[in-house]
């Protein structure tokens, strides 16, 4: 139902933006989140935003990365500048109403040095 976008290889400094798009009904009332993967560890909460734009991040990435949605096309973003090797991992969005949570199926970051 989510359908994530965007990955790819850059290189360390640079830029990217993720895309999620959701259906309609799930997007108007959900809060939107990107968690992220590495092989061999959990995946780990990157960054949320609320239906009224609150949004809160991991340490790891503030004051460099960016959440934000857009409701008129139904999809939240993540802008990611001064990556860095580490960013490296499968980036999933999801979105959490009530007592449900509903998962995109993830797409690759690489960051190289």
């Known amino acids: 139902q989510l359908q994530a976008s965007g990955g790819g290889l850059v290189q360390s400094g640079g830029s990217l933006r993720l895309s999620c798009a959701a259906p309609?009904?799930?997007?108007?009332?959900?809060?939107m989140g990107w968690y992220r993967q590495v092989p061999g560890k959990e995946r780990e909460l990157v960054a949320t935003?609320?239906?009224?734009?609150?949004?809160d991040y991991a340490d790891f990435v503030k004051g460099r990365f960016t959440i934000s949605r857009d409701s008129a096309k139904n999809t939240v973003y993540l802008q990611m500048n001064s990556l860095k090797p580490e960013d490296t991992a499968v980036y999933y969005c999801?979105?959490?109403?009530?007592?449900?949570?509903?998962w995109g199926q993830g797409t690759q970051l690489t960051v190289s040095s």
């Open positions: 999801n979105a959490v109403r009530s007592s449900r949570t509903s």
């Open positions: 935003i609320t239906t009224g734009g609150s949004t």
């Open positions: 309609g009904i799930i997007f108007r009332i959900s809060t």
